[in-house]
């Protein structure tokens, strides 16, 4: 098997709106990867306990609540995206204003996270069996807490202006500086630049250069 032909893992954290999703889109596209969301993933999870009715400062009704959910996954494309009981829930709900405003409170949450650990790992196997060639993973804590052991691990980071201007673009009701905040002070697995990765500056780049920088590292 050549280098190239290796099954690889490639993880990329940033803050919001720093490129992750669109990069690792393209990524996923030009080297032929199953590409996950892991954000979708929380967005998910907040979004059903928002439905029933779950406090993100009540832990114990949290927990009760995760154990009625069953993950389960769908290949759409070249991604994978997380379904609750075989339905993947419509982007509309997972990016409302609501969930906007309280995934992050969610997501410190440790039942929380502890529900996704196991399934974001299972996740390498399912893009193996798929015939992938790799998986690219994006999030917070992938190259720090999922897949340390990750063949590639990449930061992301924008100037807050750039930021703010993707987001509005998109038309998104949403205060990356106050969700990054939370995600960087939590203390399970909080959002941090992992020993060893790759920053990269997507603010002076286009989608385009940020592609091709990663792909480059990745392919060299
Ligand atoms: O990537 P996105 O902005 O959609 O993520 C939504 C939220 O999910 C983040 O603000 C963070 O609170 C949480 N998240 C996380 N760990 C990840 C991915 C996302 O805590 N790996």
Redo the contacts with the bound molecule.
């Keep these: 098997m050549t280098e190239s032909s290796r099954f690889k893992i490639i993880a990329v ?1 940033g ?3 720093t490129g ?2 669109s990069t690792s889109r393209g990524l996923s596209e030009q080297l032929s990867l199953m590409h996950v ?7 998910t999870l ?1 979004y059903a306990l928002l439905k029933a009715g779950a406090h993100s400062e009540n832990e114990s009704d949290i927990i009760q609540q995760l154990s009625k959910l069953k993950l389960s996954t769908q290949i759409e494309g070249r991604s994978a995206r997380l379904g609750i009981d075989s339905v993947v829930p419509a982007d509309a709900d ?2 409302s204003p609501e969930v ?1 405003a309280n ?6 949450v440790a039942a929380v ?1 502890q529900k ?1 650990f196991d399934y ?1 790992r299972s996740l390498a196997d399912i893009a193996r069996q798929h015939d992938f060639s790799g998986l690219i993973m ?5 190259g720090s ?2 897949f340390p052991d990750a063949d590639y691990r990449f930061f992301l980071h924008a100037d807050e202006a750039t930021r703010a201007e993707r987001r509005a673009k998109e038309g998104q009701t ?1 205060s ?1 500086a106050a ?2 905040k ?2 960087k002070t ?1 203390k399970t ?1 909080p ?1 941090v630049c992992p020993d060893g990765a790759t920053q990269v500056d997507t603010g002076p780049l286009t989608l385009e250069e940020v592609i091709h920088k990663i792909a480059g590292i990745i392919n060299s």
């Design positions: 954290d803050g919001a709106a992750k999703s969301d892991t954000g979708a993933h929380y967005r907040t997972i990016r906007n995934v992050s409170k969610f997501a410190a996270r996704l974001q994006e999030g917070r804590d992938i807490v999922i949403d990356i969700r990054d939370m995600d939590r697995a959002l």
